[in-house]
């Protein structure tokens, strides 16, 4: 894309945003005026109005259970117009970590469009920033499995959706992310070998490699981790120009080995770059020396995953990715110097309809740090109506055949762009931990996880990663919470762990439980090394795309499988007595 289209798409978003309640009013009429005929919509007798007061007096808020009956049927084989005024013919599958199955969703021409207007869109802000010339990107992507349902939808995840189409190719070679490797390594079938042969080629054009990128922090991080196990493999194949017998995928090397060539001097120089690092501090910008930053959705579930990474990434700027799901697109991140701690979206206008409900804090749980509240609901209110400072649940309505639905993720309104919110995503807003009157989020568990983690700093531990699971076969019910670390701990230091994660929890009605022993005492349990890589072998062996795999932060009990390896894997445990033995 050049320069000069770059501020044009600036531009565009700062007309755009000046006005944005009006362009707000425009999108719904456009999504109402595509999909007149949908079943859905003429259902709750709407019959053909697209503006915004009968379109809220008639249909009503949503979640996923609402439309699944008719996203079955499109699955099932039903033509015609059940979500949106065109068939369906893609459906998209989201991540299903938490639950241990995935939802289908509808995927479309227009929502591919959208995607490609929210990525245009923060690239140039982010180019305005930290301008890169014609290059590569290092991008560690995946496709997934395809299934064609029974009546012959095609459905996979919504990455692999957008990897698939042409019309994504060139947009992504408009915005200079062209990936460093060809397609069979990103649509392989095997992982493994898929990343091995992204990290060799990213290698075997690093000099042209201006940008890092996965879809989350948490591919990045295991991208480099796996570099550390396999760098001199990576250094011989390049020198004698002959791919590893590791890989076997007979697509993969013959994609691979048109493009590698016997190079005994970059082998050289990767391999003494290499052993020049200390604890492969800043490897990332050693070996791609022309890399200007590292990109990927890096808040949320993701921040556990930052400090590893800015080990890796040395003296690069991280920047996080714009904000949306597999439902669609809510904002684009336009302030790419700030770090992913402090990321805000800023609302695209066109890609959507958009309402927030807002969310309050009942008279007294206003602790500050605490994201377990039980919120009071209000109405709804449109874009431009939010207050700075507050906190709302999303509502979207897409161009997909979805309807004020509710994405379950809290955010504040941190500030405004012209007339267009700037949102800070808070976290998910379903309930992870919670066995009677207690409430506890994911965000609540990370916050006592990196409270006890302190503890480990001084031994020079870290923890790899977490999760947690609620305890109820016996009585009173318990918290677990799982750890794997990067080498063994004192036994005095896990105990004080346990302690400090069972105070770290500060929801009043898990404390008052704790004390009147109505929850037992939280139990620390330690993994063997590679748990949680068998959780992320598990996830793929049931189909889904590593871009869109998310270490499940809580355990379903319905999960038996994990559970399973959880269970297996269990090499110590520890119980606190931060409340009395």
Sequence with gaps: MPICSCEETINEFETLTRDAGRVQQDTLRKILELNADAEYLNHYGLNGRTDVESYKSCIPLCVHSDVEPYIQRIADGDTSPLLTGKPVTSLSLSSGTTQGKPKFLPFNDELLETTLQIFQTSYAFRNREYPIGKGKALQFIYGSKQVITKGG?????????????????????????????????????????????????????SDEVHQVFSTFAHSLVHAFQTFEEVWEDLCADIRDGVLSKKVTVPSIREAVTKILKPNPELAESIHRKCMGLSNWYGVIPALWPNAKYVYGIMTGSMEPY???????????????ADYGASEGWVGANINPTLPPEQVTYAVHPQTGYFEFIPLEKPKGQELENSASIHYIESDPVGLTEVKIGKIYEVVITTFGGLYRYRLGDIVKVAGFHNSTPELQFICRRSLVLSINIDKNTEKDLQLAVEEAGKLLEAEKLEIVDFTSFVEKSSDPGRYVIFWELSSDANEDVLRSCANCLDLAFVDAGYMGSRKIRTIGPLELRILKTGTFKEILDYFLSLGGAVSQFKTPRFVNPLNIKVLQILSRNTTKSYFSTAYGL
């Design 306 to 320: 930052l400090k590893k990474l800015r080990h890796y990434a040395g003296h690069l700027p991280l920047i996080s």
């Design 153 to 205: 939808i095609l459905a996979t995840t919504a990455t692999t959706n957008l990897y698939r189409r042409p019309r994504y190719k060139e947009g992504m070679k408009d915005i200079q992310s062209q990936c460093c490797s060809p397609d069979e390594v990103v649509f392989g079938p095997d992982f493994n070998q898929s990343l091995y042969c992204h990290l060799l080629c990213g290698l075997i054009y």
